[in-house]
């Protein structure tokens, strides 16, 4: 195989030349130096994105809600059935507000935990159901009862006030 | 005239090859694992998890750098033969 071009692959081609070859051919080709040169850089841009998420936890803690937030009257809502709400926060949140039994209220955030598909309250099933990948949650307590979620529903702690229902960051969930 | 590099490459005629071929496997490795550790910290991270984002990205930070230092062993491009 002669080579025509005295600089193809020799140690004193200069780096224009082979950055910027005039065959056409050699252009696109991704030689397995390149490829590993690629790999090297793209673990480096991952250890990066690694760090960019740890610096967001740290600057960016997510803040518990605070104070008692006004829903609805509780003859508003009847046994059964579920109503949703949004709380203004940095930035607004959807939940739902499920009234399980009699004076039995819970309030969870609406975003399933797997692809934040907006979750439901189905009373025939007695679940909170995902109908995105048919997620359940457990409508007591808001832990993955089936399907991909990985975590449980963030909960709310309902309270009720002369018929008024508020809702407010659960302080028990905080202490764990 | 022949020197030891010229005799050595003429025994192993595809020293090269493996030699890619390994680093090539180690970085995908290494990437590999820090997708995995990436994809637990997003997770995790969403559940406020400080010391799990806190460890994965240690650890990928130390593969990073090791794809880096890994590279000091590619082999050179081959010389025409003068
Ligand atoms: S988004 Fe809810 S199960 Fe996938």
């Not at chain 1, 193809?8 to 224009?16: A, Q, V």
């Not at chain 1, 690629?38 to 960019?52: H, Y």
């Not at chain 1, 059964?80 to 926060?89: P, T, V």
């Not at chain 1, 909170?128 to 979620?149: A, N, Y």
Request: glycine share 6%.
């Amino acid at each position: 195989m002669a080579h025509k071009d005295p600089y193809d692959g020799g140690e004193n081609t200069p780096s224009w030349k082979s950055d910027f070859p005039f065959q056409a051919k050699k252009a696109t080709h991704v030689g397995r130096r390149e490829f590993a040169k690629f790999l090297a850089l793209f673990s480096g841009a991952l250890a990066l994105t690694n760090g960019a998420i740890v610096i967001k936890s740290l600057t960016f803690p997510t803040k518990p809600l605070e104070g008692e937030h006004f829903i609805c009257n509780e003859s508003d809502v009847a046994v059964g059935s579920m109503l949703q709400f949004d709380i203004q926060g940095s930035k607004v949140i959807p939940y739902i507000l499920i009234h399980l039994k009699a004076n039995e209220w819970r309030a969870f955030e609406q975003k399933c935990t797997h692809l934040t598909c907006a979750v439901r309250f189905r009373e025939d099933l007695q679940k909170i159901e995902c109908p995105c990948h048919h997620g359940f949650f457990s409508p007591d307590t808001g832990e993955v009862l089936q399907g991909p979620p990985p975590r449980p529903l963030p909960q709310l702690e309902v309270v009720i006030k002369d018929g008024k229902v508020f809702v407010k960051e659960n302080e028990q969930k905080n202490k764990v | 005239m022949s020197d030891f590099r010229t005799s050595q490459n003429e025994a192993h005629p595809n020293k090269t090859n493996s030699l890619m071929t390994g680093i090539i496997v180690l970085l995908i490795l290494f990437v590999s694992i820090q997708i995995w550790f990436l994809f637990g910290a997003l997770n995790n991270a969403l559940q406020d998890n400080l010391y799990f984002a806190l460890t994965t990205f240690i650890g990928s930070l130390l593969l990073a750098a090791a794809s880096f230092w890994i590279l000091r062993y590619l082999p050179d491009p081959l010389k025409n033969k003068k």
